[in-house]
């Protein structure tokens, strides 16, 4: 591995951080407000704040007990069977394929909402004009534009990652850094804007889509999704686990990333609630920038669409590098197609990256029929769903090794470690089954988590591993 694409704390946090407060905190406060009342939000907030930091201690835990298994948490479910059996490289495999799925999915939840915070800037992007018409379907001038944006993006980050994993980290670190300064400062004028009247009546019932009443309870149950999907990226650390200059840094990284953005999610996600109407927040596809707006102005407003420009853009770098080194890296274990373990001369996944950019690049067509927020709406679920397999699976290995005992030496550890590993599977397990209860996206979802076996019988022979990378990496 060169010396270029070693990646020490502060760019393992930086991506941690940068991957997590990408698209969420700038979109997630519409949605919300859609579908809980003021209590509701902040319970789900409470609630999936303290999973995902049981979530992050368990990869923490892992890539320190078990260095050899690197490339993110769907590796682990391999290690729930016999190794070198059919059982173990299916389970890695269909694991490997749902989160590298969930992964390209979450590129185009960033990437358009880049384009949606671009409009402040250049208006055409919203504009309704009618483009063409071919039977029913009616191309507007904004979706073409939008669509034409979130590509250039896309491809930029490809050649601009091509170049090497530690300069492409470095553009995500100075990304990451202005945006967590923008975010505490959007923090203090909010608590000066706040109007307490905005989210009053603070517990109220909701209607869901066949108009019937949903309780506290329920809300919570339904906004558990959405706001796992902003922490989503806390595993970003552990993919890059065998590109870390010290094991110790992933954990290091995936703990603190995690604190940093869960001061900004509650932070931000409590206070847009005070600056706009409830009716306004619902209607807004920029919630922060109209929350700005309406307490500096136009040019407020503004400030904010620059640093979201910013900050999607550091994502943007930080989620294209994860989804290509996941399938890389899942490869290498014999869990992946064969011909994702091509490396270019910088020692980089260059065909991994190609399919991602391409399969993502798919995905973007869905601005084109859509407005952004219900393109939004529909990839984040998919995704979300796409990763709660692979940390399920996470936290259920993190328990088989604590009642094997395997890796361990001292009991206090040992029992810290289980309970741990225990709440994460209980919430891991309670998400899925909210997620799932709308029968449209659960159909979708295993859909697409199907598909992977059309490709399963491309992999190597279990137990053929060591010859099988020595042949693809001489190749």
Not at 221 to 248: C, D, P, Q, Y
Not at 339 to 362: D, R, W, Y
Not at 407 to 422: H, Q
């Amino acid at each position: 591995m060169g010396v270029n694409n070693k990646l020490g704390l502060w760019i393992l946090t930086a991506l941690v951080v940068g991957n997590m407060v990408g698209s969420g905190i700038f979109m997630l406060p519409r949605s919300l407000a859609e579908s809980a009342s003021p209590a509701g939000v902040m319970s789900a907030w409470a609630v999936t704040g303290f999973g995902v930091l049981m979530i992050a201690l368990v990869f923490g835990n892992l890539a320190i007990r078990k260095p050899e298994l690197t490339g993110g948490p769907q590796i682990y479910a391999k290690e729930l069977f016999k190794s070198g059996s059919k059982s173990s490289q299916l389970s890695g495999f269909m694991a490997s394929w749902g989160y590298w799925i969930g992964n390209f999915a979450g590129n185009v939840a960033v990437i358009t909402t880049f384009g949606s915070y671009l409009s402040t800037f250049f208006p055409i992007l919203s504009s309704e004009a009618v483009l063409f018409t071919a039977g029913s379907f009616s191309l507007k001038v904004g979706n073409a534009l939008t669509f034409a944006v979130c590509s250039i993006l896309l491809w930029g980050t490809h050649f601009i990652i091509l170049k090497g994993f530690e300069s492409a980290g470095k553009i995500n670190f100075a990304a990451t850094a202005t945006k967590v300064l923008g975010f505490f400062l959007f923090i203090l004028i909010g608590l000066f804007a706040f109007e307490k009247g905005n989210v009053m009546p603070f517990v109220a019932p909701k209607l869901d889509e066949a108009g019937h009443s949903v309780g506290l309870f329920g809300q919570v149950n339904h906004a558990a999704v959405s706001t796992l999907w902003a922490f989503i990226g806390v595993e970003s650390a552990v993919v890059f686990a065998s590109r870390a200059k010290k094991k110790m840094d992933v954990k290091r990284a995936t703990i603190l990333g995690l604190l940093i953005a869960l001061a900004i999610y509650i932070g931000i996600s409590t206070l847009v609630m005070g600056m706009l109407s409830p009716d306004a927040l619902v209607k807004s596809d920029k919630p922060l920038i109209d929350a700005m707006a309406a307490v500096l102005g136009p040019i407020g407003g503004k400030l904010i669409a620059g640093l979201g420009l910013i900050s999607l853009m550091g994502s943007t770098i930080g989620w294209v590098m994860l989804s290509a080194e996941v399938p890389y890296q899942a490869a290498k274990q014999g869990l992946f197609i064969p011909a994702f373990l091509k490396l270019n001369k910088n020692g980089l996944p260059a065909f991994s990256l190609i399919i991602t950019n391409v399969l993502a690049q798919v995905f973007l067509f869905s601005t084109i029929s859509n407005s952004i927020s219900a393109a939004f709406d529909f990839i984040i679920y998919i995704a979300t769903l796409s990763y709660l397999v692979p940390y399920f699976i996470s936290s259920v290995f993190q328990l088989k090794l604590t009642f094997t005992g395997e890796t361990y030496n001292g009991e206090k550890s040992r029992m810290t470690d289980g309970i741990i590993a225990a709440l994460a599977t209980l919430y891991s397990a309670w998400v899925i089954i909210a997620g799932t209860a709308d029968i449209k996206t659960f159909t979708f979802g295993m859909i697409l988590l199907a598909s992977g076996l059309l490709f399963y019988k491309q992999l190597p022979k279990p137990g053929s591993l060591p010859e099988y990378i020595m042949d693809k990496r001489s190749a």
